[in-house]
């Protein structure tokens, strides 16, 4: 069992930087991949990013690419999300996951209660 407990969400200007950090327990944190999903109001719950179990191979939604960085640091149990040239659009609840690659949502075993966003004009 992996319990995954995300942070660092908050309001920011557009053009702003935030940092999300998920925890995660559990002594197989890094059998898993990790990422995070994001949903906006109204809309469907989306993949944002992707990283592998070891590091080695990281995925991005197109909407993300160049601004967004994965990262993850398997001796702490945490993963990272950094997130740059924030726009509007970028406002959901972002939420850790863990499971096994490729992160689609069928594949998802472990969903952190997630961190709302929030960027403003």
């Known amino acids: 069992q992996v319990q995954l407990v995300e942070s660092g969400g908050g309001l920011v200007q557009a053009g702003g930087s935030l940092k999300l950090s998920c925890a995660a327990s559990?002594?197989?944190?890094?059998?898993?991949?990790m990422g995070w999903f994001r949903q906006a109001p109204g809309k469907e719950r989306d993949f944002v990013a992707g990283?592998?179990?070891?590091?080695?191979?990281?995925v991005y939604a197109d909407s993300v690419k160049g601004r967004f960085t994965i990262t993850r640091d398997n001796s702490k149990n945490t993963v990272f999300l950094q997130m740059n040239s924030l726009k509007t659009e970028d406002t959901a609840v972002y939420y850790c996951?863990?499971?096994?690659?490729?992160?689609?949502?069928?594949?998802?075993?472990?969903w952190g209660q997630g961190t709302q966003v929030t960027v403003s004009s």
């Open positions: 996951v863990a499971g096994m690659e490729p992160l689609s949502a069928r594949n998802i075993l472990y």
């Open positions: 559990g002594r197989t944190f890094s059998s898993y991949a």
């Open positions: 990283i592998a179990w070891n590091g080695a191979r990281t």
